[in-house]
């Protein structure tokens, strides 16, 4: 697959579904797998592996299968969220940790009672 700087933002819906779709026929072709080995083990019809091919819309879920049939779920990487720590934040918790062990007080109360 050439990889191509696509501008998302300048294009329509319309235009990202088909990218969409020419992304899976372009991924299902490199490992050469038919339509209805997809679908198969996506467990969807056909039909909507041919309807996104072909710049279609099919829904959030079906996506989700056709790329865990790709082993292409990876792409969806982009949607993690991931805690941004500030640096007093980070301070404040490198300060609570321990410095340095010390030895346990003993309990001298009943030593000393005999």
Same mark, same amino acid.
């Given at each position: 697959m050439a990889k +191509? @700087?696509? @501008?998302w933002v300048a294009m329509s819906d319309r235009a990202i579904i088909s990218a969409i779709g020419n992304y899976i026929k372009e991924r299902r072709?490199?490992?050469n797998k038919t339509q209805a080995q997809i679908a198969e083990k996506a467990? *969807?019809?056909?039909?909507?592996?041919?309807? *996104?091919?072909?710049?279609?819309?099919i829904t959030l879920i079906s996506l989700i299968q056709i790329l865990r049939a790709?082993?292409?779920?990876?792409?969806?990487?982009?949607?993690? +969220?991931?805690?941004?720590?500030s640096? *007093?934040?980070?301070?404040? *918790?490198?300060?609570?940790?321990?410095?340095?062990?010390?030895?346990k007080k003993k309990d001298k109360g009943f030593e000393?009672?005999?």
């Open positions: +191509i @700087d696509t @501008d072709l490199s490992i467990g *969807i019809n056909r039909s909507t592996l041919v309807k *996104i091919e072909s710049g279609e819309s790709l082993d292409s779920l990876h792409i969806l990487q982009t949607f993690k +969220i991931e805690k941004i720590i640096p *007093i934040e980070l301070a404040k *918790i490198e300060g609570r940790k321990r410095q340095r062990a010390r030895e000393e009672s005999w």
